[in-house]
């Protein structure tokens, strides 16, 4: 059972991102303020939960949450300001998405910028043990699959709809054989 908030009598608001691993593709990230009392024993950290289970828990979150925003950054500006920078900056954007102000942040992993003047907290691991962090995990990851499910259209060889542009074996196959595309992230290593 997740905790449903890190410090009482705030607005806290959960950040995850998902897909700095990935060699093409932006980096997503959501930021998502849960009601206080909230109780949801299936939220979880997404990497623990099937495709089908996070697309259901993630129409449930839209609709229970108090704000949510979903934001990214490009593989071009990961390129260009690097993973670690440009995933700080898409869990910024979507921060700057929600339509309710946090007056405290709790993010997943070690690493984050202030934003603004909102205090918060890293936690690591914490999208295994705060439901708004979960639930943020849970957004950046389906409409991030999502994402890369529509550039797997455009570009069917390599395999995103499948490997979600991971380093897989058959991703840097694809590679080798067919070059890179323009959503392919340059500053990677893109042969295997």
């Known amino acids: 059972m997740l905790f449903p908030y890190y410090k009482n009598g705030v607005i806290e608001a959960g950040c995850?991102?998902?897909?700095?691993?990935?060699?093409?593709?932006p980096v997503f990230a959501a930021a998502v303020i849960l009601p206080e009392d909230y109780c949801n024993p299936e939220?979880?950290?997404?990497?623990?939960?099937?495709?089908?289970?996070?697309?259901?828990?993630?129409?449930?979150?839209?609709?229970?949450?108090?704000?949510?925003?979903?934001a990214f950054c490009t593989n071009e500006e990961i390129d260009s300001i690097n993973i670690?920078?440009?995933?700080?900056?898409?869990?910024?954007?979507?921060?700057?998405?929600l339509s309710v102000r946090p007056e405290f942040i709790i993010i997943d992993g070690?690493?984050?910028k202030n934003y603004k003047d909102?205090?918060?907290a890293t936690i690591i691991k914490g999208d295994g043990k705060y439901l708004s962090i979960a639930a943020a995990s849970i957004?950046?990851?389906?409409?991030?699959?999502a994402y890369m499910d529509l550039?797997?259209?455009?570009?069917?060889?390599?395999g995103w709809d499948?490997?979600?542009?991971?380093?897989?074996?058959?991703?840097?196959?694809?590679?080798?054989e067919n070059g890179v595309t323009p959503f392919h992230r340059q500053s990677f290593r893109l042969y295997g």
Do not use: C, W
């Open 118 to 120: 909102v205090p918060h």
């Open 16 to 25: 995850d991102e998902a897909g700095r691993g990935p060699l093409a593709g």
């Open 151 to 158: 550039l797997h259209r455009a570009y069917p060889k390599y």
């Open 43 to 70: 939220l979880d950290d997404s990497k623990k939960l099937s495709e089908k289970k996070r697309n259901a828990l993630r129409e449930q979150i839209e609709n229970d949450s108090i704000a949510y925003s979903v």
């Open 139 to 145: 957004l950046a990851k389906t409409y991030r699959d």
């Open 162 to 176: 499948r490997n979600r542009a991971y380093p897989t074996v058959a991703h840097y196959k694809a590679i080798a």
């Open 84 to 97: 670690l920078n440009a995933s700080i900056l898409a869990m910024h954007r979507a921060l700057d998405g």
């Open 110 to 112: 070690n690493r984050f």
